[in-house]
């Protein structure tokens, strides 16, 4: 099986920048996409962007463009680096990604923006 943890959350003002890393562990031999999705105080959980195995990406309209997400095979991670921060992307924010049989997620990383 895959365990995905997240990391680098935390609390910013209007504005600023955060980093949230994605680590996979296990089967990685097993994944081809991860994704980034969050979720917000109405419990719905939204795509941000997600990233393949040959780094092709595919991202939610509503980032706009200050979402990049990339990708290190080597060290099975995967980064999204996120600019000028609003307070609508206060959200947890969870790695995904689907094998043949099974969808995994990570345990979600806070992001908080100030407005």
């Known amino acids: 099986q895959v365990q995905l943890v997240e990391s680098g959350g935390g609390v910013a003002q209007a504005g600023g920048s955060l980093t949230l890393s994605c680590a996979a562990s296990?089967?990685?031999?097993?994944?081809?996409?991860i994704g980034w999705y969050r979720q917000n105080v109405r419990k719905d959980r939204d795509l941000v962007s997600t990233?393949?195995?040959?780094?092709?990406?595919h991202n939610a309209d509503s980032e706009k463009g200050r979402f990049t997400i990339s990708r290190d095979n080597a060290k099975n991670t995967v980064t999204i680096q996120m600019n000028n921060l609003k307070p609508e992307d206060t959200a947890v924010y969870y790695c995904?990604?689907?094998?043949?049989?099974?969808?995994?997620w990570g345990q979600g990383t806070q992001v908080t923006v100030s407005s």
């Open positions: 990233i393949d195995r040959a780094g092709l990406t």
């Open positions: 296990g089967n990685t031999r097993s994944i081809n996409t």
């Open positions: 995904n990604t689907p094998t043949w049989d099974h969808q995994y």
